[in-house]
């Protein structure tokens, strides 16, 4: 299986910085990753598809790149209704998570 | 609007099955351009995908889980289910289910990521 790794954990940001989250896939996934954002007692939301397309709906504050192995997921400007867990997940084979990247208060 | 409610047990004795339903409103089981998919989360951890279906296929899981795993289908009422046997403490989660965007890939249809989700059910494996 594909193995997903976050970094870092946990992140501690103030409204208004630029926050960047890595996902790094243990094998070629080519673009197929998407990013969720998981509040507390909350179904997880999809940001990003296809590594870098936005839902629709999602602020365009978040953006996605990468490919192959290393990704990132950039928030541009730290809203409060940002703080919350991120995951990634690949499906280039049956679907893995990224072990989440929780954005704290400073 | 797309609506899935997950309905079942909160608690589940060791070694007992767990049996859970996935109710979809808002949009046909049937439709062609999606697969179906139960998702869990222990307490204060990460996100495990347990399995998917499409409506007229096989169903197919995760390595680890695919010896005590079934997923099946009722198109007739819309719902889509998870039976998980032998369950231990382990397999305390909340349970999502969730819908899976699909593309057709060289005339296979492979599943892609997942776009609307339950709200979860917490099941709790104690005696």
């Known amino acids: 299986d594909i193995q997903m790794t976050q970094s870092p954990s946990t992140l501690s940001a103030s409204v208004g910085d630029r926050v960047t989250i890595t996902c790094r896939a243990s094998?070629?996934?080519?673009?197929?990753l998407a990013w969720y954002q998981q509040k507390p007692g909350k179904a997880p939301k999809l940001l990003i598809y296809q590594a870098s397309s936005l839902e629709s709906g999602v602020p365009s504050r978040f953006s996605g790149s990468g490919s192959e192995t290393e990704f990132t997921l950039t928030i541009s400007s730290l809203q409060p209704d940002d703080f919350a867990t991120y995951y990634c997940q690949q499906y280039n084979s049956y679907p893995t998570f990224g072990g989440g990247t929780k954005v704290e208060i400073k | 609007q797309l609506q899935l409610r997950e309905s079942g047990p909160g608690l589940v004795k060791p070694s007992e099955t767990l049996s859970l339903t996935c109710t979809v409103s808002?949009?046909?089981?049937?439709?062609?351009?999606?697969?179906w998919a139960w998702i869990r989360q222990p307490p204060g951890k990460g996100l495990e995908w347990i399995g998917s279906?499409?409506?007229?296929?096989?169903?197919y899981y995760d390595p680890s889980l695919e010896r005590r795993v079934t997923i099946s289908v009722d198109t007739s009422k819309n719902q889509f289910s998870l039976n998980l046997s032998s369950m231990t403490a382990a397999d305390t989660a909340v349970y999502y289910c969730?819908?899976?965007?699909?593309?057709?890939?060289?005339?296979?249809?492979?599943?892609?990521?997942?776009?609307?989700w339950g709200q979860g059910i917490l099941v709790t494996v104690s005696s």
């Open positions: 094998r070629s996934i080519s673009s197929w």
């Open positions: 279906i499409y409506y007229s296929g096989r169903p």
């Open positions: 808002g949009d046909s089981l049937s439709s062609n351009n999606y697969y």
């Open positions: 969730a819908r899976t965007l699909t593309t057709m890939v060289r005339g296979t249809r492979v599943s892609l990521y997942f776009d609307y």
